[in-house]
């Protein structure tokens, strides 16, 4: 295989799961202020926006539907956003490096090796401090701390 047709190969397999995390009809903003509680008028504007420019939410850009989305691990069985959101996603790449959130989410829903080959977007329900470690220890520590 080329070069370019590796490449391709990559390009297809995340355009593949970006559209399959797609599928999971996670909320949009409208949904996500009902689930906290914040008036709705405000739905779309002041708590979405700010949570996710503070990092305590992550949202990640529907092209289709043109608007963010926010998957559904940071979310309790209730509906409450999880206390450890802002923690993990402190750990994780910033906004800068990832603007529509998908190489977050692309980590978050993909089997981890240290986490027994669960994503760390199921571990996070039952073990959030767990998953928090393991992300921070794959981008948080000193890759020349191991030599």
């Given amino acids: 295989m080329t070069d370019h047709a590796a490449v ?3 390009a297809r397999a995340e355009i593949e799961f970006r ?6 009809g996670w909320p949009d903003a409208r949904h996500v202020a009902e689930l906290v509680g914040t008036p709705l008028e405000q739905a779309e504007t002041a708590y979405t926006i700010q949570a996710r420019a503070t990092g305590a939410l992550l949202g990640v850009w529907s092209a289709p539907l043109h608007r963010f ?3 559904d691990f940071q979310f ?3 509906g409450a956003l999880m206390q450890d959101v802002a923690r993990l996603l402190a750990a994780l790449p910033t906004n800068r490096d990832d603007p529509g959130g998908w190489r977050r989410a692309f980590w978050l829903y993909s089997p981890h090796p240290l986490l027994n080959d669960q994503t760390p977007a199921d571990v996070f329900a039952t073990a959030p401090l767990r998953v928090v470690e393991v992300a921070a220890d794959e981008f948080l520590s000193d890759p020349e701390a191991t030599w």
């Fill in 19 to 24: 559209d399959q995390l797609l599928g999971k």
């Fill in 8 to 10: 391709d190969s990559v």
């Fill in 69 to 71: 989305i926010y998957p």
């Fill in 76 to 78: 309790s069985s209730s």
